[in-house]
């Protein structure tokens, strides 16, 4: 993997030469003209003479010109081609907790599939009273449930195991969106079939499986679906977008992104897993010796600085300076997340900006005064379960370096004086 | 339906054609196996025709594509090698996926008959079976996986119970911090073209 790839990233080095002069000190515009006044501010502008879009100029709108960096992008080499493969979403430039529908990355195994409400069909089947088939309008119709989770992709920072690879917290841990989803909970379902048949429901399995052509089937047991699985429909208000499972998708809260199954077609209720490709050949996580884990479900407490970040430089130099990340783990909330600017030396504890909501996306600040000196920075999650996010050797400890996915390892980003900042490894 | 008065009426049955169409996964027992059977010579001559250009002529794989034979004793090497007959567990998985998901592009065009002799071919590319075996329903859980035994249930609660703590180190944590990996090395992420100018 040594192959240099190019694509359309927002050029830090550009950036540098065009705002940071020697030492880290910022030259602004506004304060080099501050003596005769700031023509933005003495000169009248257009927009504030002439006329700004009327309101029929667009239906539905995207982000201003200016934002056309915080887009999905993708790492050629990952993959053998586009279709079963990942992207990424930008989370060095987003702040707050939900993810904007249009950025929030995508993981397909045979492409983003288009079909209809009109076309959809559900079935459920297996071991219930009487096996069901419904059309999206029914979906509608059972009572319905709002909440906020995190999907990470189980690979999520999986190109860092064996060293500092990618240089951007895009890449390293951008696998992930978080959305406030409306839906029917899956127990509902399963109660409108029946589960009589199943007997003893603890050793019961369901298997879900989606409509596209690689079926992406995934065994669930029992006590997870009856418990906060969701049938959903809605993501952040609107309509799922087509890459993320139109018109429906399962979530499942706390679990890894691969069981969030897409474009749901089918629920059946069996008396063990299914044991599918997925579940066997993929999202296995082999250990040192060559025995591998499996249905490692749970995504642990995991953190990063999302800002400052390799994709997101420091462009002011000394002074104040807003630290900030997201916080998230499977297990349950995030309730404290500690920050280190000396690579794990000392830590401060970092203020949230709302408490953490299980399974859920967490923000978190530090506001510092930065002197300008050089800082490696690190994030560590700690949840309601008493986990604490471990470092990678610590990881690496328990499980070699070939285990591809569940990566929660602390990250460290190294800023250096010009307020650059690059993915490293530290002892 | 009767069933349906305790719910909400919601939905209509299934039928069993309708049932029959979408539920075709395969347990690792053997369960949801169709009738059907087919030999590593036949298995051969449906391979190069469906599958060999991206998999090989002898399942080891093209370019980034996957290799499904090979690796054999390489789990716990720096870089294993993850193949069915190397790595997977279960044979009922290599059939029920190739069966629903294979060839790429053009998924649920096999036969049962088809899908058993590439699945032949395949343990015959792995060395599990000879050139004359011939498999099916009957003699399917017969097929010995060589990686059967190679997996544990998720035992992080126990394996890594010491990442359950409750007070992390805060201060003096380390005596030196040194910088020991840098990405920009492997220089791999992608980049602006005018970075590159």
């Known amino acids: 993997m040594t192959e240099s790839v190019k694509g359309k990233v927002p050029s830090r080095r550009a950036f540098l030469k065009g705002a940071v002069a020697a030492g880290g000190a910022v030259a602004g515009a506004g304060m080099v003209r501050a003596a005769e006044g700031d023509p933005l501010i003495t000169e009248v502008q257009p927009w504030a003479s002439g006329f700004g879009e009327g309101v029929d100029a667009t239906p539905y709108g995207l982000p201003i010109r200016f934002e056309s960096d915080v887009v999905r992008r993708n790492v050629e080499w990952l993959t053998a081609d586009t279709i079963s493969s990942i992207n990424f979403t930008p989370i060095h430039a987003l702040d707050g907790t939900i993810t904007p529908q249009g950025c929030a990355f995508e993981r397909h195994h045979s492409g983003a599939i288009e ?9 459920i089947n297996g071991l219930v009273d009487t096996p069901l088939v419904f059309t999206y309008a029914d979906l509608e119709r059972f009572p319905r449930e709002n909440h906020v989770y995190f999907c990470e992709c189980a690979a999520n920072t999986g190109m860092e195991w064996a060293g500092a690879q990618l240089n951007g917290a895009q890449f390293t841990h951008g696998m992930i969106h978080n959305m ?24 019961k399995w369901i298997y879900v499986e989606g409509a596209d052509a690689s079926s992406n089937g995934r065994s669930i047991p ?26 429906v998708r399962l979530v499942v809260p706390g679990w890894e992104g691969n069981m969030w199954v897409k474009w749901l077609r089918r629920v059946e209720v069996m008396d063990g897993p299914v044991e ?29 600085i999302t800002s400052p970040s390799p994709q997101s430089p420091i462009p002011h130099g000394a002074g104040p300076l807003v630290i ?5 783990s499977g297990r349950g909330a995030i309730d404290r997340v500690d ?11 970092a203020r949230l900006a709302k408490p953490g909501e299980a399974k859920a996306l967490t923000r978190f600040y530090l506001d510092i005064e930065w002197d300008g000196s050089e800082m490696l920075l690190q994030s560590r999650a700690m949840d309601d379960t008493g986990y604490v996010q471990p470092t990678k050797e610590a990881l690496r400890e328990v499980r070699g370096e070939n285990s591809i996915y569940h990566n929660n390892c602390i990250q460290t980003w190294l800023v250096t004086p010009n307020g650059e900042a690059e993915n490293v490894e530290v002892s | 339906a009767p069933a349906l008065a305790d719910g909400y009426g919601l939905g209509r049955a299934a039928t069993a054609d309708e049932i029959a169409a979408w539920d075709l996964d395969v347990m690792p027992d053997g369960t949801g196996l169709p009738e059907g059977s087919g030999s590593v010579s036949d298995g051969e001559d449906l391979f190069v025709e469906h599958c060999a250009v991206c998999h090989g002529d002898f399942a080891e794989g093209v370019g980034n594509w996957p290799a499904l034979a090979g690796g054999e004793g390489s789990l716990a090497d720096e870089d294993p090698v993850k193949t069915v007959g190397s790595y997977w567990p279960y044979l009922s998985t290599a059939w029920d996926y190739v069966h629903r998901s294979m060839p790429y592009g053009n998924a649920q065009i096999l036969s049962a008959d088809e899908t058993y002799a590439i699945v032949a071919y395949i343990l015959y590319s792995n060395y599990i079976v000879e050139d004359d075996f011939v498999l099916t329903k009957d003699n399917f859980l017969d097929v010995e996986m060589p990686n059967a035994d190679g997996f544990i249930v998720d035992d992080r609660e126990t394996a890594e119970a010491h990442f359950w703590d409750a007070e992390p180190c ?15 090395v492997l ?3 992608p980049q602006d073209d005018a970075e590159e100018a």
């Not at chain 1, 079909?115 to 079935?123: A, G, V």
């Not at chain 1, 900030?324 to 998230?328: I, N």
């Open chain 1, 339 to 349: 920050v280190s600017i000396d690579g794990g030396e000392n830590w401060q504890t």
């Open chain 1, 180 to 203: 406030e989803y409306s839906g029917v909970p899956l127990r509902t379902l399963l109660e409108e079939a029946g589960l009589d048949p199943a007997g003893d429901l603890s050793d």
């Open chain 1, 222 to 247: 029992m006590d997870k679906a009856l418990d906060d699985v969701l049938v959903a429909f809605k993501a952040n208000g609107e309509a799922l977008r087509k890459e993320h499972g139109y018109p």
């Open chain 2, 187 to 189: 220089d791999v992420t």
């Open chain 2, 170 to 184: 805060t201060e003096n944590c380390k005596d030196e911090v040194e910088i020991t990996m840098r990405a920009t």
């Open chain 1, 324 to 328: 900030t990340g997201l916080a998230w």
């Open chain 1, 115 to 123: 079909l209809s409400k009109q076309d959809y069909r559900l079935m």
């Open chain 1, 276 to 304: 599918s490709r997925e579940e066997t050949s993929k999202y296995t996580d082999t250990l040192a010796d060559g025995t591998s884990r499996k249905w490692t479900w749970e995504m642990d407490a995991k953190s990063v």
